[in-house]
């Protein structure tokens, strides 16, 4: 339709905030933005001589919300924060109720740990009681071989049992992290075979096929062997216990450039998949058939995964139902993993990362130049040692205490003794050209080296060898394998027991009336020292009162009257007395100028020179050095 073009239009949309009244010949009007709501639109116009009618015309309009302005979508938050809430609350009750569930099971753990391992102190005493004449009567009893047999079947079994007492304390002491790791380095190949013969017998009995096979004949590594043999132990009694008769049951031992693998493989009934993932839990028993009708406790792979775990190692597993299963060992070569709370054993077998051409070549070499530069702050100890790697071990442990002089016999030992007068020394016994014991006797024979503290490290456990070591005048005596914590703690014991003695040898010389002690503290009090450093010791107090008041005695003059060079002297004297030649022949002047005062019989001038002194001026400053006051108020203070 056309419209005439002088006829204006107005429009109005009530209910909204803005009217428009189009003057002209426009025929739309544009309304943007419209809240939701009712609207009613008016529209009129004029005639054609542009004259407003009456002629208004309305249009309802409604505007309808936006969807989630709209009822159902408020529903919709509520059912959507109420889902969230439902969510949250069920996961906190879940993680609650998992918590509350893994914190009930591990007290039902701890209490079976409990009672199974107070009812294993009970069974300790009576088991030993049982095992011990049971092996004394197999050892040295006239049996029947029926009988025997009979006895055999119950040490077996005794000691199995044991071993399942000392499985659950030990199970304790990890729990209570008391279990602690003595590592020394093992040749794993007949480490492992001496275990496996423990289970010959029983392979014979249900005629199985029982190996070991192994890339190479020597494979060393850092582990604890108690701990490793009960990994093994378990291992190979599971795969007896579930392996049916005339199958195979197969260790082998592969050497990797950074780990250690042991594979125990049997031919038994398997463990299914869905089980496997729960097999190192405690007190878990996975496994329904038991072929020699033995009983299961559950807790020897978990106690397996525990020992290795603090190996640092990894165990697994492959197995299916029916054909058999493999647990795989690997164990980390090298001692680098282990922390500082590993207590470390040496042995004479002890090999050491070192390469083989720089222990020949290098070594001496470094030990030379060492030897040449001694730090005079540090005191000196001497490792005499045939077994290179040993004695190479031995000063790793030191060398950041001690300045170390190594020698690899007692004859070279003897000698390095005499030159350098070391403040300690550590000496294996069994040795080429010379053995620990003859070099003891010599080094206490000598009065140049009586006085030097000796460590003897030996293989002989006996009580003869202890005896023989300690008559040869060796202040220790410890039996290989040892640990290195318990030699470096013996040494540093020995030193400063040795330090305390030097204290308590200076304060016995001389006393003076006021400190006069009964005859038995003086007993106590006194030092013990060997014959020849008593010898010694008498001779230069014999020297020096005879020469006391000469002021001109100088330390050659003693040195010479013992028969010793000056550095020797000098050496001897301040390991003994802890003073310097010069030092201790200034305290026993002032001793003696103490107890001439104390006789109230000469004036100061003369006791000075009764002492050596010239100078009254130098005598009571040397005085008040040593007793904290001049020699008139020491007078006056004994009055």
């Known amino acids: 339709m056309k419209y005439p073009n002088n006829i204006s239009y107005s429009y109005q949309l009530e209910g909204f905030e803005k009217n428009w009244n189009e003057i002209g010949n426009q025929r739309t009007a544009t309304y943007t933005n419209l809240p939701k709501g009712h609207y009613t639109l008016k529209v009129r116009s004029t005639n054609s001589d542009g004259v407003w009618v009456e002629n208004t015309r309305t249009l309802a309009i409604t505007v309808l919300p936006s969807f989630w302005e709209t009822p159902w979508a408020y529903l919709l938050y509520i059912l959507f924060i109420l889902l969230i809430i439902f969510i949250a609350a069920y996961i906190l009750f879940t993680i609650f109720r998992l918590k509350h569930k893994v914190t009930v099971e591990q007290e039902i753990s701890d209490i079976k740990l409990r009672f199974f391992t107070n009812i294993s102190h009970e069974l300790r005493t009576p088991l030993t009681l049982i095992a011990g004449p049971i092996e004394q009567v197999l050892q040295h009893g006239k049996l029947e071989d029926e009988e025997r047999e009979q006895l055999v079947l119950v040490e077996r079994n005794t000691n199995r049992m044991l071993r399942l007492v000392n499985q659950i304390l030990d199970f304790r002491k990890i729990q209570n992290k008391k279990m602690k790791m003595k590592v020394q380095q093992i040749d794993l190949i007949p480490f492992t075979r001496q275990i496996m013969e423990s289970f010959n017998r029983l392979a014979d009995e249900h005629q199985m096929d029982f190996g070991m096979t192994a890339q190479t004949s020597q494979v060393k590594i850092w582990a604890d062997p108690d701990k490793l043999e009960k990994i093994l132990f378990n291992l190979l009694s599971n795969a007896f216990k579930y392996t049916p008769q005339g199958k195979q049951i197969k260790v082998s031992i592969q050497e990797g450039e950074t780990d250690v693998t042991i594979a125990v493989e049997d031919q038994g009934i398997g463990i299914a998949e869905n089980k496997q993932k729960s097999l190192f839990v405690r007190f878990e028993n996975l496994v329904d058939k038991n072929l020699f009708n033995q009983a299961s406790t559950g807790i020897g792979l978990s106690l397996v995964k525990e020992l290795i775990d603090m190996h640092h190692g990894t165990i697994s597993i492959q197995s299916k139902p029916g054909e058999g299963s493999c647990f795989t060992i690997k164990l980390p070569k090298g001692k680098e993993h282990f922390d500082e709370t590993v207590e470390f054993i040496l042995s004479d077998y002890v090999i050491t990362d070192i390469v083989p051409g720089y222990m020949n070549t290098s070594l001496s070499s470094l030990a030379e130049s060492e030897e040449t530069n001694l730090n005079n702050e540090k005191e000196t100890i001497l490792i005499v040692e045939d077994n290179q790697e040993l004695r190479f071990f031995i000063k790793t442990i030191f060398i950041q205490h001690f300045n170390v002089i190594e020698a690899e016999n007692g004859k070279i030992g003897l000698e390095k003794s005499k030159k350098y007068l070391p403040d300690i020394i550590i000496s294996d016994v069994m040795m080429p050209e010379k053995d620990g014991i003859e070099m003891v006797r010599e080094l206490r024979e000598e009065m140049n080296t009586s006085h030097i503290p000796i460590v003897m490290l030996t293989a002989k456990s006996t009580i003869e060898s202890r005896i023989e070591g300690m008559k040869s005048g060796a202040d220790d005596y410890i039996t290989k394998p040892f640990?290195?914590?318990?030699?470096?703690?013996?040494?540093?014991?020995?030193?400063?027991?040795?330090?305390?003695?030097?204290?308590?040898?200076?304060?016995?010389?001389?006393?003076?009336?006021?400190?006069?002690?009964?005859?038995?503290?003086?007993?106590?009090?006194?030092?013990?020292?060997?014959?020849?450093?008593?010898?010694?010791?008498?001779?230069?107090?014999?020297?020096?009162?005879?020469?006391?008041?000469?002021?001109?005695?100088?330390?050659?003059?003693?040195?010479?009257?013992?028969?010793?060079?000056?550095?020797?002297?000098?050496?001897?004297?301040?390991?003994?007395?802890?003073?310097?030649?010069?030092?201790?022949?200034?305290?026993?002047?002032?001793?003696?100028?103490?107890?001439?005062?104390?006789?109230?019989?000469?004036?100061?001038?003369?006791?000075?020179?009764?002492?050596?002194?010239?100078?009254?001026?130098?005598?009571?400053?040397?005085?008040?050095?040593?007793?904290?006051?001049?020699?008139?108020?020491?007078?006056?203070s004994r009055k």
């Open 483 to 636: 640990s290195a914590a318990y030699l470096k703690a013996r040494i540093f014991n020995l030193v400063d027991q040795r330090k305390k003695l030097q204290a308590l040898f200076c304060a016995s010389l001389l006393p003076t009336a006021t400190s006069q002690q009964t005859n038995y503290e003086k007993e106590e009090a006194q030092p013990s020292l060997s014959a020849n450093d008593q010898k010694f010791i008498d001779k230069v107090m014999e020297t020096i009162e005879k020469h006391l008041d000469n002021g001109d005695l100088m330390v050659e003059d003693i040195a010479n009257e013992v028969n010793m060079s000056r550095s020797v002297f000098f050496k001897k004297l301040k390991t003994l007395t802890g003073l310097s030649p010069v030092e201790f022949l200034r305290e026993i002047r002032m001793k003696r100028a103490a107890q001439l005062i104390e006789t109230d019989e000469y004036n100061m001038a003369q006791i000075a020179y009764m002492v050596g002194l010239n100078d009254s001026h130098y005598f009571s400053k040397c005085f008040k050095q040593q007793y904290g006051m001049t020699p008139t108020e020491y007078k006056e």
